[in-house]
């Protein structure tokens, strides 16, 4: 099916949902349930534990027992409580990542307390659809110590469903920043993935919103597909994605092409996709790829083919480059539980 098409329903007993962009599987959100304390988005009240000298942060003691790191310690003192959101997924074993800068999320807007101000995506280019939208957005702050987003869903919106949205919210972060007083509590949970995908996947607008009890078969062999290290790409070619205890590790095979471009041809088809995989998969942290071997000259080709891939990805990236022996590392946020994880795969 051509466009883009989002399925709700359920895979192996967790609410999901999928995306799908011309017939591929390009997002997919699945519920973590019992799998971690608290999800990536939840707000939190903690209180400081340690403070980490030398490193810039501060051990976080969390509702129920459970520890969260904060980078930023910058005011914090031992047993002063703090609200903080969780950024991200944890290893077993360690301490939950948490950022102080707290942002309450809608699907025309983002609620950022204590960085005042009102700022317009720049993806909206018309000039007096940003004005009417600052404009908008000022007076529903009215002056209170909060900032505001306008994204880019905002653009076609009817002004009333913005300005509704926009009122809930703040009065949300408000009374979110001023409930900072008492034991560690979670004040606002992850939403479900209906709900994010409502949010976050509203533009470009999907041309099918379909909701099941159990995901269609389609999906659901591309979702199972995805738990197999193999990827399949153009002429034969195909790459190994192996999480390890340490990195995600990628290795890329040319098959059966022994032509003078097949190396190139395949690392720019795995480049293309990386994304999308590492997303699927819920793969994140220190990634190593070996590619196919290529010439010192033809890396530069490659380069610009990861950081054109990597640019409108939402989780931050950071692209560092060869190594000596050949190597490409990079990182990225873990955002996500591993998806064999999430289906009982090991």
């Given at each position: 099916?051509?466009?883009?098409?989002?399925?709700?329903?359920?895979?192996?007993?967790?609410?999901?949902?999928?995306?799908?962009?011309?017939?591929?599987?390009?997002?997919?959100?699945?519920?973590?349930?019992?799998?971690?304390?608290?999800?990536?988005?939840?707000?939190?009240?903690?209180?400081?534990?340690?403070?980490?000298?030398?490193?810039?942060?501060?051990?976080?003691?969390?509702?129920?027992?459970?520890?969260?790191?904060?980078?930023?310690?910058?005011?914090?003192?031992?047993?002063?409580?703090?609200?903080?959101?969780?950024?991200?997924?944890?290893?077993?074993?360690?301490?939950?990542?948490?950022?102080?800068?707290?942002?309450?999320?809608?699907?025309?807007?983002?609620?950022?307390?204590?960085?005042?101000?009102?700022?317009?995506?720049?993806?909206?280019?018309?000039?007096?659809?940003?004005?009417?939208?600052?404009?908008?957005?000022?007076?529903?702050?009215?002056?209170?110590?909060?900032?505001?987003?306008?994204?880019?869903?905002?653009?076609?919106?009817?002004?009333?469903?913005?300005?509704?949205?926009?009122?809930?919210?703040?009065?949300?972060?408000?009374?979110?920043?001023?409930?900072?007083?008492?034991?560690?509590?979670?004040?606002?949970?992850?939403?479900?993935?209906?709900?994010?995908?409502?949010?976050?996947?509203?533009?470009?607008?999907?041309?099918?919103?379909?909701?099941?009890?159990?995901?269609?078969?389609?999906?659901?062999?591309?979702?199972?597909?995805?738990?197999?290290?193999?990827?399949?790409?153009?002429?034969?070619?195909?790459?190994?994605?192996?999480?390890?205890?340490?990195?995600?590790?990628?290795?890329?095979?040319?098959?059966?092409?022994?032509?003078?471009?097949?190396?190139?041809?395949?690392?720019?088809?795995?480049?293309?996709?990386?994304?999308?995989?590492?997303?699927?998969?819920?793969?994140?942290?220190?990634?190593?790829?070996?590619?196919a071997p290529i010439s010192k000259r033809e890396r530069g080709?490659?380069?610009?083919?990861?950081?054109?891939?990597?640019?409108?990805?939402?989780?931050?990236?950071?692209?560092?480059?060869?190594?000596?022996?050949?190597?490409?590392?990079?990182?990225?946020?873990?955002?996500?539980?591993?998806?064999?994880?999430?289906?009982?795969?090991?």
């Amino acid at each position: 099916m051509k466009g883009r098409q989002v399925a709700l329903g359920h895979v192996s007993g967790r609410e999901a949902a999928a995306m799908l962009v011309d017939g591929q599987l390009e997002d997919l959100l699945i519920d973590p349930a019992d799998l971690t304390a608290f999800a990536p988005g939840a707000i939190l009240r903690g209180r400081v534990n340690r403070l980490m000298k030398g490193q810039g942060g501060v051990f976080v003691t969390l509702p129920d027992g459970a520890s969260g790191y904060l980078r930023d310690r910058s005011g914090l003192r031992e047993g002063q409580p703090v609200l903080a959101q969780v950024a991200g997924v944890a290893e077993p074993g360690k301490a939950i990542p948490l950022s102080a800068r707290l942002l309450i999320r809608g699907r025309y807007c983002i609620v950022t307390p204590g960085v005042p101000g009102v700022n317009v995506s720049r993806a909206i280019r018309d000039p007096d659809r940003r004005a009417a939208l600052q404009a908008l957005g000022e007076d529903a702050l009215a002056g209170r110590d909060l900032g505001l987003i306008l994204r880019s869903a905002a653009d076609h919106a009817d002004d009333s469903d913005i300005a509704e949205e926009l009122a809930e919210n703040i009065d949300l972060a408000a009374a979110i920043a001023a409930d900072i007083e008492g034991e560690p509590e979670l004040l606002l949970d992850a939403p479900p993935p209906a709900e994010t995908a409502w949010r976050d996947w509203a533009e470009p607008a999907p041309d099918v919103v379909e909701e099941f009890d159990e995901l269609p078969d389609d999906i659901l062999d591309a979702i199972h597909a995805l738990l197999s290290p193999r990827v399949a790409l153009p002429g034969g070619a195909f790459a190994v994605i192996e999480p390890t205890s340490a990195l995600v590790a990628v290795d890329v095979n040319t098959g059966p092409d022994t032509s003078p471009a097949a190396a190139l041809k395949a690392n720019i088809a795995l480049a293309r996709d990386l994304p999308r995989q590492l997303r699927l998969r819920g793969l994140g942290g220190q990634i190593v790829i070996d590619f196919a071997p290529i010439s010192k000259r033809e890396r530069g080709t490659l380069d610009q083919e990861l950081k054109k891939a990597f640019r409108s990805e939402g989780a931050d990236a950071v692209l560092t480059g060869w190594t000596a022996m050949g190597l490409f590392e990079m990182s990225r946020k873990r955002d996500r539980i591993p998806l064999t994880l999430l289906l009982g795969e090991t």
